[in-house]
DNA sequence: ACCTAAACCTGGGCGC
DNA sequence: TGCGCCCAGGTTTAGG
């Protein structure tokens, strides 16, 4: 679930709630989602201190006293959620971080996709970020890479995929995954099938705009939450109730009034409105 | 370079 | 009510 504005909400949630609390101790019943293992994670990670929380696109990244790093991904239904540790357990619980004062971190994930990966030094995760493409804006992303505007046209005018999964290419641009593609093509106007490169610069400019745009609704209203997404405070965010193209197959386009289509691109569900976006 | 399908998992919704 | 099928916001891998 969890796309550029959902991590960097929950990243917010956690620097204010979690930097400074020490881990006393690990549990998990889902072994194979704590990397490499959790006997390792154990012996890393106990008796630290958690000094800082960043994120570079999906990415979070919690950094201990001990210079190790842990690296999480929710994949599409993960959670990082901060409870006292007398609040009842949460749905799809399988790892629990012990914290002092009574705290826990607990990371809940429904289809088990995520992990938490135990990096040994900055060096580390410097390799595993390399492989992400720069970011649409600076939000407190720990990387130096900045999407200009210029760099995204070169981007977009050196591929001929279609413009929607080039949006969702990690490898290509970091952070951007189904529902900010769907809704920022819908912003620009611009079909999702259409190939990169025979975009004009007009609509590359117009494209890029609109990217900075619902990223910054997505994070206003602290991230959309369709079915699983929560914040550290395990609260959903309201940019749902504000979608214009995601999920709204049949329903009217608010713009035309035209009926948005829902195709399949990618293997993935991509609602458009055929009249508007041309 | 690009395309597809399948895999990792669980649960909700739909049609019959 | 129940069963089977399809769907789900991510990423990786295998094969063409």
Not at 7 to 13: D, F, Q, Y
Not at 56 to 85: C, D, E, F, M, P
Not at 123 to 133: M, R, V
């Amino acid at each position: 679930m969890p796309e550029l504005p959902e991590v960097e909400t929950i990243k917010l949630g956690l620097q204010k709630f979690l930097v400074g609390k020490k881990i006393l101790e690990v549990w998990t019943d889902s072994p194979k989602q704590l990397q490499p293992s959790l006997s390792t994670i154990k012996e890393n990670t106990v008796g630290s201190t958690i000094k800082k929380i960043d994120r570079r696109a999906k990415l979070l990244q919690i950094y201990l006293s001990n210079g190790k790093i842990l690296a999480v991904h929710l994949k599409l239904t993960g959670r990082l959620i901060i409870r006292k540790n007398e609040v009842p357990q949460d749905e799809w619980q399988h790892a629990i971080f012990k914290l002092s004062d009574g705290w826990e971190l607990r990371f809940c994930d429904l289809r088990k996709f995520g992990y938490l990966k135990l990096l040994n030094s900055e060096k580390e995760l410097d390799k595993l970020l390399a492989e992400f493409g720069p970011e649409p804006f600076v939000a407190g992303s720990s990387g130096q890479a900045l999407l200009t505007l210029e760099l995204f046209k070169k981007i977009v005018s050196s591929s001929k995929i279609a413009i929607k999964q080039l949006l969702m290419d990690q490898k290509k641009i970091g952070g951007i995954g189904n529902i900010y593609a769907c809704e920022a093509l819908f912003s620009a106007k611009i079909n999702p099938k259409r190939p990169a490169k025979k975009m004009t610069d007009e609509e590359m400019k117009i494209l890029y705009e609109s990217i900075e745009k619902v990223l910054k609704l997505g994070l206003k209203y602290h991230g959309a939450s369709d079915q699983y997404y929560v914040d550290a405070q395990g609260q959903k965010g309201s940019y749902q109730n504000h979608f214009l193209a995601y999920g709204r197959k049949g329903e009217k386009c608010r713009v035309c009034g035209g009926i948005i289509q829902k195709i399949k691109l990618g293997g993935r569900g991509t609602y458009f409105c055929k009249r508007c976006q041309k």
